[in-house]
Structure formats: C-alpha cells, structure tokens
C-alpha cells in the first residue's frame, strides 16, 4: 500500500458513520497468519465467535457470521424466508429503507413502503427522514391485512442515513397486538454494539448487522440473528438460495465450522473485537457512545444549525445529521474539509445529497478525537461562509470537561 | 488471537492447497487503517485494483471482485446469466465439480453431469477423479442438444480436489465446433496466478475465481471475469439477484467504487499481491509451480504411492493428491503430521475421504519449504506404518539441487 | 502487549516532545521479519541508510548510527574525541544542557557552564531558561581560554525542555572570531528533521541526534555526524572507548555494516522514515512545524499564559512551553489531562517542575491532532480553575482555517 | 521495506546462531504505538518487566536492561565494576572470548587469555574452540595471583562461535577452592532462555546477554544480571561510565522507570517473549532445544563431518558448528545455500573463518523448519561436491519420528 499512502502526515480522521476506526489491537490482529479453516485450531475459534456474538446480539438463538459486506446480510434475510411474490413491509426511516425496498423488489418480492406522514420546514425534501419508526401505522397497516400477504415487516433500528434510532419493541408490540404472523426483521447494521440492541427480548426475527461499526472491524462480515419463528420460516421458503442458505451453517457451526471457506483473517479481528467488548461491557459502551452524541448535538446546537433527527427520544449514539444552511452544498463543505484537514465525514445520502452531512462517533474514538472531528467541521464551515451561532468545539468541550465518563479497560 | 495461539513454536506449515501461505507484505498490508470507501483515496485503489486484476486473467473486460468466498463467486456466475429451469452441464472431474452441481440445483437450475468413462484400480471409488475434462464427450452431448435447453457448460480448470488441470481451450473448441451457444463457465480458484491461464484467448465466458490460493491473500474476495457474450446474457437472466448483480459493479467500478461496501482491507492484501505479482512475472510464476510440482511428484513416485492424477500432461502445477495404500485412513494420517509436525495438508474430499492426501504447493513457499513438507509427510507415513519404496525427501532434494529455478525478485 | 493494553478506546494523544508519535507505516515496518546483520540484504540496506542519514544532517561526512538512545549519542561524542580532565565549554539553556555537563562529569571531564545573565518575572526559577544561546558569551569565554584547555564547546540546537532553539552557526562565527581551536558539538536530538539544521554549513563538528522525535521512529537509534576535524581528534583522544568508537564504524559501514549487532528491526524504520522524509521533502517538513507552532503560540497567547520561549525569533518548530499560573502544580495538570482526555504531554524538567507544561507538535501529527491537544489542555485548565483569557483552541483554529499547509505526499 | 525486499517467495530461513527467527507474535507486538516513557501506563509496563526478567536469569538481583547491543551489556559489565589497569582473567573458548579481551584492551584493562591445551588433527588452527572452559586451568592462575591483581574472571557460557557450552558452576567452585576475590562474569548471550542457566545458584556475578538469541527478539537489548557483590564492587570501580552506569538504573526501575529513553517498542516485544516464554515453561523450552541439537548432531554424524565441539556433554543446544573438509570453503558453501535455498547459515569466526560454518537450532522453530535447514545444507554440501556419508535429513527424520517432543502450547 505505501505507494498508494498518499495521505497527508498524521492520522486520517474517519469520522464516517462506518466504516469506524478499528482500534490498533484489531488491526494487528487481521494480519495473523491464515490458518486452515477444516483444522482444530480454527475449530476452536469458530465455536468461540458463534457463541461470543451471541451475547452481542443478546440472542440464545443462531447468530450467522457471512463472508459479505452487511448488503448480503439484508440479502440473506430476505431469500432464507421468503418466497417470489411475498409482499414485506419496510418502513422508510432513510436512505438504507430505501435502499432495502430496493433490494426486495429485485428479489421478486413485492416491497410496500409506509413514511411519516407530515411536514418539515428545514428539510422539506425527507421529512420523514428525520423520524424514527411509527408503530402504530405499521400496526394500522398490518390490522387491515387481513389475508397475511405482509410477511416481513422490515425496520432499521438505527438509520445510518439519518442519525434515528427507533424503537423496535414498539413495533413488535404493534404486530402482536395486530395479531399478524408476519417476521419482524431488523437492520441494526450501525446500532450493534453501539446502541442498545435486545434480539430476544424484543422479539425481533431476523437482525441484519455487519462488521465495520459498532465491531469496530473492517467492513466484510455480515451477520444475521434468526429466531425460532425465521428459522422454521426459513424450511417453507421458496426463493433460490445457497450461498446465503441458513441450513447448512446452523448445522456446521455447531462443531464451530463454516459451509464455505470464511474470512479467516476478519474471523481474527472479529476475536479480538469479542475480548476488548466484553472487557469494557455492552453497557459502558452504549454509555459512552450516548455520552459522544450529546456532546456533538450541543455543538451542532451551537453552531445555530440543525440536528437532523427531529426527535429528542431518538438521537442515535452512533452519528449525528447536520442539515446545512439553504445555499452550502455539503458534497463541497465537505470536500474541503477532507482535503485542508483529512478528515472524512458522511455525506447526504439520496435525496438529501448535499443537504445534510453526518458526524460518526462511533469505533475507535475518543473525547480528543471527537473535538478534533468537531473543530474539523467548524473551520469548514466558516471556510463555506456559513456564519454560526458560536462555537460548537468550545460547547463540546463544556460538555466533557463537566461530564466526566467512568473510562473502562477496552 | 494470543490466547487463541496455542500452536507450539516455530511457524505452522501450511501446505493445503489454499487457503495458501500468505506472504508477511501482504499480512502487513491488511492491516492498515480502513479509510473511507466513497472517500477519492478510495476511488484510486478501486481503480488500480480493477484494472489490475484484469491482466492476471488475461482479460479486456470487466472482472468483479465480490466481498465473499469463491463459493460465492460460483453462484454470483450462475444467477447472472441463468434462469429457472435452464440446465447447466458440469463436467465432474472431483468434489468441486460435484458442489457446483449441488449449488446449481438449490437455486432452481438442472444440472447434468458427464464424467470421465473408465475402471481404476488404484481409485476404483472414483475412477474420474483422476482425469480431466473430456473435451469431446461435450462436444456431444452438445451436438444432441438441438433445443439448446442447455445454457451453460460448467468445468473446473485446476481441480483442488484432485491435482488434475483441465484443457479449457479444448472445451472451447468443442464448444464451437458442436455451434452450441451456451456460455462457457470456468472455476480457475486454484489455478488463477499459479498455472498459466487466459480468459479471453481461451473464450470463456464466466472465469470464477478467490483470493486465497494463487493471489496468496486470506479467504474472502471472490471474482468473476466476464465476457461480452455473458454480459449480454446477465440481461436477459431472471433469476432474482441483487448481491450478486453484475451491472451495478460494472457501472460504479468505472470510477473506482462499489455498490456495497466494499472488503478494505482485504483490498489493500490485493494491491500488495498485485505488485509483488507483476514484480516477479506470471510466466516465472507459472514455471516456479511448475518446478515446485514436479519435485513433490519426484516425492510421491520415491515413495512408490500413486500421484491420483493419472494424465502425466495434466498435472497440477498447485497441488498433488497422493492415493494412501488399502488399509491406511488419510485422515488418521494427517491428524499425526498435524499433531507431530505442526503441518496441516489437504484431506481426501466426498468420496475420497480417508482414500487420499493432497499436499498444497502453492502461495508463499520455496524450495525448503517443500521439502520441510514432504519430510512432515514421509515422518508421518512411516509412524502409519507404510512400507515406502524411498525416501521421498532425498528424490526431491536431489531434484531441487539439480534444477536451479530461475529465481527473480519478488 | 494486549493485556497489558489498560487505554480507554481511542487512539492514545502523545504530544510529549519526543518519542513523537510514530506513523503506521513506521510501525509496521518495524514488524518485518529479522535478518542476517551480515548477510548480502543486509549490506544493501546498510549502505542505503548510511548514506540517507547524510542527508538529513545536510552532511558530506560519516554518521555513525548506535543502537542507543540519545543519551548514548551524546556520550559517544565525548569519549570519541576528548581526554580525562578536557574542559567543556556547556551553555546552559535548558534541562539537556544540564545533564549533558552530569555525563561529562561521570566521565572525568570538566563541565564549565555558561548561562543566559538575566531577571524573569514570569520564571524566576530558571531565567535563562527561556532563551537561546548567546554567542558573544562564549567567544568572550574561548578569548580567554589562552591555554585552549577548552576542548568543546557543547550547545543545544532545539531544547527539548524550553521550547527554544539557538543559532548554531552565529556560535560557530564566535568560535571562529575568537581562533579557538575547540570543537563544536550540537544536540540536535529534538531538532533533526523538523527544525532546519545544516551540520556542514554551520561548521559543526559533532552532531547528537536520536530516532524518536523528527525522525518519527521508535526510540533506540543514537546518531553522531562527524567532521574531519573530529575524526582527527578522535585519534588523539584517551577516553577509554569501544562500543562507541568511531573508527570501525567508518571502516565497516563503507560496506553497510556494523562493527557489532546493530538494531535491525529499528533501521527498517529508518528505512522506512528516510522515504517519508524525502517524498515530502525536508523545506516542506520545516515549513509544516513552524505552521504547527504558530498556530500552538497563538492558542497559548489567548490563553493569557507566557509562552516558556521568551525570545520571539527563537520560537521552537516542535514543541511549545507554557508557563503555568503560580499556584497551579503543572504536573497535577498534567495528570488530570492524562486521565481526563488521554493526551500526554511534556513535564516541566529539573528546576522547573511543576512550573511548566510542554507541547510537542511534531512526528506523526496534523492540524486536527494538535487542535485536539489544545482542546485536551484548555479543558485541563478550566478543570484545574486556571482563568483563561480566551478560547486558544478557537485562535488556533482562525489560525488554521486562515493559513492553508500546502500539503504533499507522505 | 518493500522495495528493499530482494527475497525470492516464500519465507526465508534465518538459521544463524542469532539473530533468531521473531515469532509472528513478538513482530507484532514491535509495531505498538509507542507511549510516554515517564507515563503511568509504562511505569507498570517497566515493573513487569524488570521482574520478570529476573525469573529467566533465575535471580533475585536487579537486572539491566539497555538499549543496546549484547555487545554494550559486555562494555556494561567491565566499566561498572573495575578500573584502569585492572587484570581480568579470559578464558579463550571461541570467537566471542577474543572479541571480549579486545574489548577490555580498549578499555585500559589487562586481558590475561587462557586457553585449552591439546592438538587437534580435524581443526588444527584453533583445537581450544572445540572445548569448554577448564575450570581447574582457572583455578591454578587464580591460586598464583596472591596479590589479587586479577579482578575479573570472564567466561563464555554458550560459545556462540563454536557451539560448545561451558560448565559455569564448576568455574565459581575453582575461583571458591582458590580463595580468591576476582568477580566471576559470564557472558550467556546466546545460551539465555535456550540452555539452562542459573545466575544466583551458580554464583555468577554479572551476567550478560542480549535479546536476539533465546528471548527470540530482534537485536536491541542488552542485559546485565547482577550479584550483591557485582553491584558492591560498582562502589568502588573508577572506569569512568555513565550511560552504562548501574546505579541509576537501579534506582529508577524500583518504579518501572529508565534513567535514559528506553527502547520502548523493543519492550513491547520483551513482554510478549516473557509471556510466551513462561507460558511454555523454561524446562520444556531446554528440553526442546537438547532435542533440536541431538537431531542436528545425527545429521552431522551422518555427513560424516566433524562436529565442532569436541566433548559430548558440552553440545550447545542452540547451534551446532560443523567442521568442513580441508579443500572446502565454507563460506563460499554458505553463499551457494543462500543464493539458492534462500538459508542463512553463520559463518566460522575469527580463525575459523571459511573452515567451518554453523546451523542455528533456536527462536521460532520447529521440527520441520529444522528439517528443510538440513536439507538446504545437504543439497549444498552436495553441489560443493563433498562427498557425504549418508544423508543427514534422513536420519535426523528417524530421530525426530523415534523422539516425539512434549509439545506445549507457546
């Protein structure tokens, strides 16, 4: 690679909502040497992982670890459940609903779309973007369906797109109280290991997740959680499926083994990720995560610009939209950022190209790497001309100077 | 990894054919920091690496590199240009023949098998396991084909199973010769970057191919090359596909990028592999195979063990399956090399299980590790209690000695 | 190391003035398996390094490279060239300085000390502290020295612990003016490859430098750039010597290799800074930490806090001193700051503990690092109730966003 | 490195007496981010090590750790504990005890060699390198040396040059049957942590060594084991010395500290070698490595070549030197190994140069790796035209299929 370096001196600021910064300990752990997959020493690592991300998804049940970006993932839900013709219930919360229906209607599946019905004056081209999930409306739709053709109700638990976390047990309880046999699935791709997630608990059947967010690892391992109800769903189902066929790596994976030759060296990353969260524990993380997003939403406040998620219950932990003032292109703040301070910012995604752009906290990050991330975008913005309401760094920096977190061992 | 690592010291010898032995640059390219893969860092990787896998497959046209295994890569060939119902005819010449049949039938197509027309006695399990592609059975059972109900002609080039390489052009010709239209699909995994190969000159229409053997990288990137007559049959297609989609790779890695998320780091393992393969030359390449296989074979003849391929032309340049004597378990044998000789080989595959070794001679080895190989094998054949014929090791060693590779940079 | 791994996530924020902190592809280099210190690959590299290093010390003359730190380069420069009872001629500017006449003393040499004549309000502890070497000083002290019992003159070129570099080539004119014989030996170990620096040009005749500062490597590696005029005295000297002896330094490395086992593992760093180095060129390096100083002084002038470097023309490129409000315990500061925000920084050394802080803003670094560490000491003041005059981290940012870096390739 | 890196594919084979081969674990932990060296985070780092080196010289004494070569621990020795004009008493067993009385020559000390008495027909040039120390030959001189002049008796405990370990214990009973003073030294450079060795049971008073042998690292560091009476005698010594001065050291490391910068990142790479090295247990290393040597020695014997060390009980079990047949060249034999086999063998020293060349058996290796070093030399001695007994791979596979190692985990 050194002669594709061609980074300025210093660390890069990957601020993106994932990819995150994986950690040094990650990183060193990737280039381990390969190993056979059908030996016993792999063996032993592939049991440890099948059971270790169980208690990352906060599942009893099999949690599938793929070779595939978390698109596979998405796709792998789908095709294990779901027959040609089969219409499922995806609610737009962003960009990745989108991109979901999609992905569904290319698989011969019949993709009906539900949004927030209302109005938005600072972003009126996806108001809806900058909602979470309404149950009650999935709940509406659901009740009226009387011949059960709805058979998955797909949501995103947190909107990578958007910065909105919604609220999954909400939309079980409304499919429970419509007493419809629909499969409730979730993508919670950037919520994993960031926000709190509860697969059993709430009663989610199939969550889609990925490796590069929360796991704090390159992106290249999808996964999917299943329950009971997805995997006898999954005996009945008619779309064409091998690769991603659930089958044969619920079986395998018993004596740790994969179908298919796996990721080996994400497999070693995926290790070390498993010991460095659970020595600091889920709950310190989502903590510190939360502790992240107040401080870059009081320096978004700051700065007199708005927050893109509408909605104080959903701020997610992971990200935060900014939407820019009428007249900033965000695709050209932000590649003036990248290229007089090499930090990397999410853009707008589809129909909010250039209108919002997004700040992950998430990975490996800290306060100092957050301020530097904050004070990034401040210069940015002034280089733009957008005149703001103060300093979001030195409101940033109130915050953790006056909200010390209880630091763990990573 | 570390409280994984319960290898004893000195470093574990590798020798399965593939995952292969992965060279330090390369270990230490993967992990470097994971940059943002919209970011224009980015785009000049895609583009480097798009444009220079191409020439190891000695193609003009586009070659998508999937985040998964080559299994992947299998089914990403069939669903682009295939659908419902279409036969596909694989010729079976081992266990990857046998899989893709099994693959090809879950997602709704119908295999037909030919396989190799004779008795064995060293193999009489299976017999066709020892050959390669029988060109002219295609050829006529092509011929029969008026309705050209079948679409695709699947063979594999290197056989990882068995150590046989098939004559690709041969089929082609046949192919023509027979005016058939189906498309001509190859699986050169473990033949790419290892045994001369030639995607266009040999016109075939769908080459699949991994990471892990001949490229010397870690399980997890897949690839088809394409050619213009299988892209135009991706149009008319119907089986659902969207992970797997050609156009969307084709239309987005003219700049450099991915639909998806694409493997970073697993990308950057690419770069490096590309360079030190362009360094050293793919044809000094296919000679040090070459060189490498006809010592091991030099081996196996000493110790009066039957090499399984049977066609002195065919001979793999990658690897060599070895029969064991009546009486002998391979897989009994192989635990003791494993635990004795910190060495791990190929099993015997499906219905070989028990009946065969295969020693992988391919990735980052030399000339001593070879032999470091075939020292662990005879130690281990001689505690099972086989009579050899020689030493093994002494008829390779004077081999080696007596023909100096060629050796460049790598 | 991982258990040893107790940092809350997030990467660590060394800005202590050395061991800077040490880019990826340093570290990675480092990795790299050993070789043979006397075999061919070896020499190659060895003669590749010996003759890099000159460049970086703008010399035409040898450089001997120790497996040592700093210390031991400054040692060797004693002993290679002066006798039991030589005087030394030692400016005192800083804590170097002064541990610089210790070791002279341990070696049965004769520190004679010159010091800045002055009063400080700001800091009366260590007034001469603050400021450069004063060349009239020692052309007055060398006149005198009629007996040229001096043998050395020995200064500081960058004080690591003030903050202050000194003009080396105006000592060299009062050398000259006062036709003493004496050589002059410079510590450049905090300046080389951030501060300009011309070994040849200046008419030095030992330069002391280290790896762990500008050269962005580990610690471990001592240098000594000679002159002919040393390499003479070198010959009449009776300091007792061996490891650090010049002689078959020069001899051997004339082939690229070392008289004893040098440091492989830390020369394939050198390796790789040397690279680094010259890709972006030494003008361009310069230029980048005197912008990075600027922008730190302008944060610490809108702190209200006294810059350690009184004099404004010698301002230190690599690391800024700041003087603490009496009663504030800089050290405590410096804890809270560790604890709070993980980010290091420089002691106040000697005489000044307690009294100062320092700032490095050099090595592996970039504009939003080092607003990161000027966030890290703001909140640290405001936490330690110290009443600031203003937000430097705002300053340092108007000073960024107002003065572009043209930046080049790493 | 990559440009520097000539090698051919695959790994070399580093199979010198040291530098050893740096297992993958220790390589990666080099490339850590260096931290604070006067931080919280490195005091505990430095107080782990400082204890738990002790645990692998078996003392209950301080113990140095420089950064430096074995060949500054050497210097280290002499300058702490003697003065100008003292006797040290050298006893000649190899390259490594001529190079140790040059050094004291340099250092204004008076060197006094003894030396084996005897004719040898297979190595005439120097029949005192094929035997170890002779305890009684000590005792005499120390017996005649009334006036206590000599203050130093040096010792090579595993001759690095020859391959012949020396029985130290018998040493310190002949300086005790004579009654004399003299400070009993002995270098274990490359017998630390490979061959049994007990610095206080044997009453050893300094002990030497360095990194790149046993503890498998790169070379780096150096270490001086001390006694009460070594660290007495350093009271009174007036060699003058500073940066190889013990008393500071001692002080410092009660807290985990360094007098000087320490060579951090070498210090990661000791921690993970002490974790390893205690995790597989001292014996079972010593046992390992007695293994290694009886196979090599088999070999040998089946060349029909002389093994350098003449007494069966004194066989080093980290190397093995072989003598070559007069009309060979033995380093023009290694060159040919090298080109062609990509192994490193060491040369013969000093007087021995081109008459004998020597297999490292030590660091990260194994059965196999053993194997193929014998291989290469065997194909080598063969294309030199020697005419050998019998092939030495052959019968050192006996020995190790016969011998079957406890293997623990590392």
């Given at each position: 690679m050194l002669t594709l370096d061609f980074h300025p001196v210093g660390n890069h600021f990957?601020?993106?909502?994932?990819?995150?910064p994986v950690p040094d300990r990650i990183l060193r752990a990737l280039s381990l040497p390969t190993i056979d997959h059908r030996g016993p020493e792999f063996g032993a690592l592939g049991l440890k992982l099948t059971q270790g991300i169980r208690r990352i998804f906060k599942t009893q049940h099999p949690v599938i670890i793929y070779p595939s970006s978390g698109t596979g993932a998405w796709e792998a839900a789908l095709v294990n459940v779901l027959s040609p013709g089969d219409h499922v219930l995806i609610y737009e919360t962003g960009q990745f609903a989108v991109l979901w229906a999609r992905l569904a209607k290319?698989?011969?599946l019949v993709p009906e779309i539900l949004e927030w019905q209302g109005q938005d004056t600072a972003l009126p081209e996806a108001p809806g973007w900058r909602h979470g999930v309404q149950a009650a409306q999935i709940g509406e739709r659901l009740a009226k369906d009387k011949e059960h053709r709805i058979k998955a109700v797909c949501v995103v638990h947190s909107e990578t797109s958007t910065g909105v976390v919604s609220d999954i047990a909400a939309v079980r309880k409304a499919m429970d109280a419509a007493k419809h046999p629909a499969l409730l699935m979730v993508d919670s791709i950037s919520g994993l290991a960031s926000a709190d997630y509860r697969h059993d608990e709430w009663g989610v059947d199939v969550t889609i997740s990925g490796s590069?967010?929360?796991?704090?690892?390159?992106?290249?391992?999808g996964f999917n959680a299943l329950s009971p109800r997805a995997i006898d769903a999954s005996n009945r189902s008619t779309l064409p499926k091998s690769y991603w066929a659930w089958d044969e790596f619920i079986e395998m994976n018993k004596s740790g083994y994969f179908p298919y030759t796996p990721n080996t060296n994400l497999l070693y990353g995926l290790h070390e990720a498993l010991e460095?969260?659970?020595?600091?524990?889920?709950?310190?993380?989502?903590?510190?995560?939360?502790?992240w997003s107040a401080a870059v939403r009081s320096a978004v406040a700051a700065w007199g610009l708005p927050v893109q998620c509408a909605d104080a219950a959903l701020h997610s932990p992971v990200l935060t939209g900014v939407i820019v003032p009428n007249g900033v292109d965000a695709d050209t703040l932000r590649r003036t950022i990248l290229q007089r301070f090499d930090l990397s910012l999410g853009a707008g995604l589809g129909k909010l190209k250039g209108r919002t752009f997004r700040i992950g906290h998430l990975g490996n990050s800290n306060d100092l790497t957050l301020l530097a991330t904050l004070a990034g975008c401040e210069m940015g913005l002034?280089?733009?001309?957008?005149k703001l309401g103060g300093s979001g760094v030195n409101t940033a920096m109130e915050y953790f100077a006056g909200h010390p977190a209880e630091v763990k061992a990573a």
């Open positions: 990957l601020q993106i909502p994932g990819p995150s290319r698989l011969s590069q967010k929360g796991l704090m690892l390159p992106p290249g391992l460095m969260i659970e020595a600091e524990g889920l709950d310190t993380i989502f903590a510190r995560h939360k502790r002034s280089l733009a001309g957008v």
